[in-house]
Nanobody
Framework: QVQLVESGGGLVQPGGSLRLSCAAS????????MGWYRQAPGKQREWVAR???????NYADSLRGRFTISRDNAKNTVYLQMNSLKPEDTAVYYC??????????WGKGILVTVSS
């Protein structure tokens, strides 16, 4: 079984920055891709960014340039650096990991609130 633990969320003022982390742990799994999704109040969950095992990254068009995803393979950890945050970035952010066997794992989510 794989467990994902997210951290780094909280309250930030508009224009500020936060870095989210998601550490994956468990036995006998190899990660294919790691990514982030978010769900704002009253809205559907949306994809934010993804990083695959080779290091290639993809972003939602609306977030490219402000958000940066990275990964520490040795720690099985994925990061999301969020800059120039806006109130509309307020959401619960979820980590997703896909193993090389195609198994899909989700974190419990972490709240990011952008407000003055």
């Amino acid at each position: 079984q794989v467990q994902l633990v997210e951290s780094g969320g909280g309250l930030v003022q508009p224009g500020g920055s936060l870095r989210l982390s998601c550490a994956a742990s468990g036995s006998s799994f190899v990660i294919s891709s790691m990514g982030w999704y978010r769900q704002a109040p009253g809205k559907q969950r949306e994809w934010v960014a993804r990083i695959i095992s080779g290091g290639r990254t993809n972003y939602a068009d609306s977030l490219r340039g402000r958000f940066t995803i990275s990964r520490d393979n040795a720690k099985n950890t994925v990061y999301l650096q969020m800059n120039s945050l806006k109130p509309e970035d307020t959401a619960v952010y979820y980590c997703r990991v896909v193993s090389t066997y195609g198994m899909d794992y989700w974190g419990k989510g972490i709240l990011v609130t952008v407000s003055s």
